[in-house]
């Protein structure tokens, strides 16, 4: 059973049916899926969710499926990390991690949507899906179309981290690899969507699929005990993700779900070398300007993000703040996080960590305050971007471990 009313243009209001619709025919811009949240507000209470399985379908209510899902089961509910030992090394009181780099079944929060987007497509009857992706989201489509038995074309741009291309490969997907960024690969796409009549997550299937990211700001309220934090730190890349969870808090104070208000700061995290969202909210415009991305943090290279307009938009509404870190500092950020908390983030999550330090010495993250940091991918997927020496090659005697041990400790 759905609560899904129809599809609704965020700038003009016009209404579209449930179909797969790329956007809005009169004024482009995305739609949106709109609920009926009366019913919904009869039907879901704490103790409904908290019976359920661990997932994301434990908000299935306010998710835009019509049948029960196919895929996806293992999806979601990902560890909310309180994270004392980095919260020291950046001199705040009370910090959280909220890790879905262990996310199933690609370890990264594209795990989220796809399960969305792969049932939709299921539902709609279509012979295919397909996707333009950075790489998390080539992963995640390629392995929930292969579970749903669905064949698979995927595009990415042509220099992508080697894991990242494996492992989607790996699913039987049919991969292509476009020369050019993630731009050029997303231009293409929308190209071949109007001409195949297959399931594209990021276009024609785009109004459901971003619906999925909406359950990280649930379950990071659910796991506060039903409280919303004082900030969410969230990487930007096409914009969609921070707006999602700042869309899925409020749907919890409008159902009575959440304790107290929902008056959290959202903050958004670029990269230097592709920060089109983080410069308009620093010009305190939402105008945003394309860039050409240049950074190690390739799952945030989109120089032309989708709902950038809309993401710079929430984040001054909430009260947030926007920063981007280089190369070097994401590295410090992957670095700082593994060493202090045990969690191996992607580039992602090393601008993420390093954009908090940054936020909290602005003064933005107040010291007392709640603060989640998003860790949105997994490091194992993104290790060319990690230079270390190799470890020391010993004979396998104790005397040379013990000489190889004291020249570690002397440097440690
Ligand atoms: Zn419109």
Known sequence: MSFVKNLQCRECGA????????????????????????????????????????????YRELLPLEQEPVVGRASGFTPLIRADRLARALGVERLYIKNDSVNAPTLSFKDRVTSVAINKAREFGLQAVGCASTGNLANSV???????????????????????????????????????????????????????????????????????SKTFGYEIVEQLGWRAPDNIVVPMAGGSLISKIYKGIKEFEKLGLLAG??????????????????????????????????????????????DGYHAAGIIAKSGGWAEDVTDAE?????????????????????????????????????????????????GL????????????IIEPKLIAFEAAIGALRATA
């Open 15 to 58: 209404i579209y049916p449930k179909e797969p619709i790329a956007g809005c025919s009169e004024c482009f811009a995305p739609l949106e899926v709109d609920y009926d949240y009366q019913a919904i507000s009869r039907h879901l209470s704490h103790d409904i969710i908290q019976q359920r399985e661990k997932n994301l379908w434990r």
């Open 142 to 212: 390629a392995a929930q179309a292969a579970a749903a038995g669905l064949p698979a074309y995927i595009l990415i741009p042509d220099n992508l981290e080697k894991s990242k291309v494996v492992a989607t490969q790996i699913f039987g997907a049919r991969v292509i690899a476009v020369r050019g960024n993630y731009d050029d690969v997303n231009r293409l796409c929308t190209q071949i969507a109007d001409r195949f009549s297959w399931g594209f997550v990021n276009v024609n299937l785009r109004p459901f699929y971003g619906e999925g």
């Open 261 to 306: 208000e929902a008056n959290t700061k959202i903050h958004g995290a670029q990269a230097t070398g592709c920060n089109p969202i983080t410069t308009a909210v620093k010009q305190r415009t939402t105008k945003i300007r394309p860039v050409k991305p240049n950074t190690i943090a390739k799952s945030l290279a989109i120089g032309n993000p989708a």
């Open 330 to 378: 994401i590295v410090d950020g992957i670095r700082l996080l593994a060493e202090t908390e045990g969690v191996f983030a992607e580039t992602a999550g090393g601008v993420t960590v390093a954009v908090a330090k940054k936020l909290i010495e602005q003064g933005h993250l107040k010291r007392d305050e709640l603060t989640v940091i998003a860790i949105t991918g997994n």
């Open 381 to 392: 997927k993104t290790q060319e971007a990690i230079e270390l020496a190799p470890p020391q």
